[in-house]
């Protein structure tokens, strides 16, 4: 296993998801690397256990690592010199879909919390929902989906750094968060349509 405050960090968040009883939809978690700037990140899929395929509401999360933040942390590594904090991008991204009909934003807005809890020293800040239309080759409509995203930075300070038992304290809170908020939007009066057959 890697050795990486990074890595560090998305086994906090794993736990923190999995420890508030979330499911991850198989074959959707990806650590990726851009090769051209050199950027990593970490995403994955999560929802609510037994909601079928796909689930009516679900949560992609990603994690992701600039490559400033990798010079960053080399530099307190190495040199044992703390100079600037390394960031750890996060988006957190609710989806509900499957939905029969077209959604209503301010119903779905409803069923999100006003803040998201503190990760570090920041809260997440949400943006406003993005509505899609899944059409076939013939234009019917097949199904609605709304999307709405929250975004954020966690700075890790020096102590963090040579701790890292601080990641559980400050992903922890985030996993009860996601779970009640997926609950909220699937409990909204919305129409859905059944689950695929697998």
């Known amino acids: 296993m890697l050795d990486h405050v ?8 794993r736990d923190a998801l999995e420890s508030a009883l979330l499911e991850r939809q198989a074959l959707e978690e ?6 051209l700037l050199g950027d990593v990140s970490w995403e994955t899929i999560y929802g609510l256990p037994g909601e079928g395929q796909p689930p009516r509401v679900q949560v992609d999360l990603t994690l ?6 990798q010079t960053a942390y080399r530099t307190w590594f190495l040199d044992e010199e703390f100079t600037e904090g390394p960031v750890i991008e996060i ?6 879909q499957r939905l029969s009909e077209a959604p209503d934003p301010a119903v779905i807005m409803q069923g999100l919390p006003a803040h998201s809890p ?16 899944v059409y076939d ?7 609605h989906a709304v999307e709405i995203t929250y975004t954020g930075a966690y700075e890790l300070d020096e102590k963090t750094l040579e701790d890292g038992s601080a990641l559980d304290e400050h992903f922890g809170s985030i996993g009860g968060w996601i779970t ?11 129409s859905f349509e059944p689950p695929q057959e697998v």
């Open 6 to 13: 990074f890595t560090d960090a998305i086994g906090a968040l």
């Open 30 to 35: 990806r650590f990726q690397t851009d090769v």
């Open 64 to 69: 992701e690592w600039p490559t400033w933040a």
């Open 91 to 96: 988006e957190v991204v609710f989806r509900v």
């Open 118 to 133: 503190q990760i570090g020293d920041e809260e997440l800040t949400g943006l406003g929902p993005t509505v899609e239309t």
């Open 137 to 143: 080759s013939d234009l019917h409509i097949l199904s």
């Open 180 to 190: 009640a908020t997926l609950v909220r939007l699937g409990d909204l009066p919305l």
